[in-house]
C-alpha cells in the first residue's frame, strides 16, 4: 500500500520520536510505502497533501487538541480526494469539542478511549477503540541485572503523593523527566513504576513502563475505560483508591517479591503479545482490508 501520514511536526523534520511516526515506522516495517507530511496545528495548510491525495491508498492523520485551521482543511481535503481518510484523535478527554468536526469527515476514527468509541458507534461513525500502546524502539526490556528494588516515575511534580513518596522512600523512590530515547534505561533502571491518570485515563505511560518489565502502580479509573479487561487487577496492575491504599501498596511492592515479579512479568507478557506499535497498525490494516 501507498499511505499518506500527516500530523503536527515543523521544520520538515519528523524525526524526533513521537506517537504519529511510530505508527508510520510500523506500517515500514510490513512493507507498505509511507510519505510524511507536516503541519502547524496554529496556522494549518496540508495543500501539498490535497493535491496528490489521489495517489495514496490511505490518508493516515493524528491530530490532538483545537484547531480550526486544520479543520478548515480536513474539509478541503475530504472535498478533494476519494483516498480513505483514517485519523487517530490523540489523548485528549473524550468529551471535549475538538472532534465534532473531524468526526464526520473521515472514514475511519481511531480512538484512545473506549467510552468515546462507545458514543462515536451510537452515531453510526466508523470507530475503532485503539488503546495506547508501546513503541519498542523507546521502551524496551534491556537484559540486565537490577541490585536494587526501586520505584522510578516520570510523573510531573503536580500528580498527588509524589512528594509524600519521596520524602518517605528516600532514593528508593526516584522522579525524574527524560528525553524519549532515554527512557528505556530510565525505567529499567528501577523495578516498578508509580503512574497517575489525571483525567480519568488510560495513560502510555502503564504500556511504556511495563514494556520495560516494570510493575505499575496506578489509581483506579473508570471501569468503562476497558483497563481492568485489558489489565485485572493485582494480576496485571496494582491499582489504588486512596493515599492509605496507594501507601499500603507501595509497601508491598516495596517488600514483596514475588507480587512485585508477578506483576511485573503478566503485565509485559500482555503488552509485548498484544499492545505494540506493530499491533495498533494491524489493527488499522484490518479495518482498511474490511472495508476494502
Known amino acids: 500500500m501507498k499511505i499518506a501520514m500527516a500530523w503536527h511536526y515543523e521544520n520538515d523534520d519528523p524525526g524526533i520520536w513521537s506517537t504519529p511516526l511510530s505508527f508510520a515506522y510500523a506500517f515500514e ?13 496554529t496556522h494549518c495548510d496540508i495543500s ?19 484547531s480550526p485551521s486544520f479543520d478548515n482543511e480536513l474539509i ?22 475538538f472532534f465534532q468536526v473531524r468526526k464526520h469527515y473521515v472514514d475511519g476514527i481511531f480512538t ?3 467510552r468515546c468509541h462507545n458514543r462515536y458507534k451510537t452515531e453510526g461513525l466508523p470507530s475503532n477503540w485503539m ?5 519498542p524502539r523507546i521502551f524496551y526490556k534491556q ?13 510531573g511534580h503536580d500528580r498527588p503523593l509524589l512528594r509524600e513518596f519521596i520524602n518517605l522512600f528516600g532514593d528508593k523512590f526516584i522522579m525524574k523527566r527524560v528525553k524519549p530515547e532515554d527512557n528505556a534505561d530510565f525505567f529499567n533502571s528501577g523495578t516498578f513504576t508509580y503512574q497517575f491518570a489525571r483525567y480519568d485515563e488510560l495513560t502510555r505511560r502503564i504500556m ?13 479509573i473508570d471501569a468503562d475505560t476497558g483497563i ?25 511492592l516495596y517488600q514483596d517479591d514475588e507480587y512485585r515479579n508477578k506483576l511485573a512479568n503478566n503485565l509485559y507478557k500482555e503488552i509485548t503479545e498484544k499492545h505494540l506499535s506493530k499491533h495498533r497498525v494491524k489493527q488499522i490494516l484490518d479495518f482498511y482490508n474490511e472495508r476494502n
Not at 76 to 97: A, H, Q, V, W
Open 143 to 155: 537484559d540486565q541485572a537490577k541490585r536494587d528494588n526501586i520505584c522510578v516515575t516520570t510523573c
Open 131 to 135: 488503546p495506547v500502546f508501546c513503541d
Open 29 to 41: 516495517d510490513l512493507s507498505h510505502s509511507v510519505d510524511y507530511y507536516g503541519f502547524i496545528p
Open 208 to 220: 511504556e513502563a511495563g514494556g520495560c518489565g516494570n510493575a505499575i502502580i496506578t489509581n483506579r
Open 112 to 114: 484512545l478511549d473506549k
Open 228 to 252: 481492568y479487561d485489558l489489565f485485572p487487577e493485582d494480576e496485571c496492575i496494582a491499582y489504588f483508591s486512596s493515599a492509605q491504599e496507594a501507601h499500603e501498596k507501595m509497601i508491598r
Open 76 to 97: 478541503r481535503l475530504k472535498e478533494k480526494t476519494n483516498t480513505p481518510i483514517y485519523m487517530e484523535f490523540g489523548d485528549d478527554i473524550p468529551t471535549s469539542n
Open 48 to 66: 501539498q497533501l490535497i493535491d496528490v491525495s489521489n495517489n495514496y491508498d490511505l490518508i493516515f492523520i493524528c491530530l490532538a487538541g483545537p
